[in-house]
């Protein structure tokens, strides 16, 4: 919250700054900056995928006979889509790019606090194996 303070005071210093104008020409609404909500909150309602996009299996890792899982969490809005994605961990970096871009056009239900959508982060681990292709499963 601080920080949001801090970067409107700049905001504000930095156009007075830059202008001749009087103070009382400001724009009287200034943009609020979402913070991203904590790694965890207490949710109601957890969200539900309602749209996977399967990344393609990368053809060098399929030359090479490379599986693994990359492990990403997920910025689900309040109206479910994806806002950020972040690797949380990868067995082989050969699957993070695929599967980022990916999983930033997944959908889902919103979480629910209180009767409310609310912002959350959702982890889904992804699985690249040859044997069963792609797997995606929601942890």
């Known amino acids: 919250m601080s920080r949001t303070v801090l970067y409107i005071f700049f905001i504000v210093a930095s156009f007075l700054a830059s202008c001749n104008s009087p103070v009382d020409s400001l ?20 969200p539900e995928p309602v749209k996977k996009v399967q990344p393609e299996y990368p053809e060098l890792a399929k030359i090479l006979h490379i599986e693994g899982t990359v492990w990403v969490k997920l910025l689900v809005t309040r109206n479910g889509a994806v806002r950020k994605a972040i690797i949380m961990k990868s067995d082989a970096e050969i699957f993070n790019h695929p599967f980022f ?39």
Do not use: C
Not at 29 to 35: G, H, K, R
Not at 105 to 112: D, K, L, R, S
């Open 101 to 139: 871009f990916s999983g930033m056009q997944w959908e889902f239900t919103p979480a629910i606090m209180n009767n409310k959508p609310i912002e959350v982060w959702a982890a889904v681990p992804f699985t690249f194996s040859l044997r069963h292709r792609l797997s995606g499963k929601r942890g």
């Open 27 to 46: 724009p009287t609404q200034i943009e609020q900056i979402e913070e991203d909500p904590p790694d965890f909150i207490t949710v109601e309602k957890a």
